[in-house]
């Protein structure tokens, strides 16, 4: 099975930086896109940023110029530079891949449990 576990969360002043990193692990054959999605309270999951196995990145408007996501595809692995944050950026964070495993070879959703971010004004 395949497992994604997410660290760095916590709480920070608003202007400050986290870094939030999330590894994959498990029967797996290759991951392509990798994300970042984060739950408001009361809210639907919505896409923070993405990148793709060859590098192409994409962000949501509101945090663009501030957030930076990479990947290491060796370790599979994906980061997300959370810089000059605001105190609507509190929410929780989940990492998100799209990833073929070894036993289908099928190309399956899973995702992190979450990490909790907080931002203080």
């Known amino acids: 099975q395949v497992q994604l576990v997410e660290s760095g969360g916590g709480l920070v002043q608003a202007g400050g930086s986290l870094r939030l990193s999330c590894a994959a692990s498990g029967s797996i054959a290759i991951t392509n896109v990798m994300d970042w999605y984060r739950q408001f309270p009361g809210k639907q999951r919505e896409l923070v940023a993405s990148?793709?196995?060859?590098?192409?990145?994409h962000y949501a408007d509101s945090v663009k110029g501030r957030f930076t996501i990479s990947r290491d595809n060796a370790k599979n692995t994906v980061s997300l530079q959370m810089n000059s944050l605001k105190p609507e950026d509190t929410a929780v964070y989940y990492c998100?891949?799209?990833?073929?495993?070894?036993?289908?070879?099928?190309?399956?959703?899973?995702w992190g449990q979450g990490t909790q971010v907080t931002v203080s004004s």
């Open positions: 998100h891949a799209k990833i073929k495993t070894i036993l289908s070879l099928k190309e399956r959703d899973f």
């Open positions: 990148i793709e196995r060859v590098g192409n990145t």
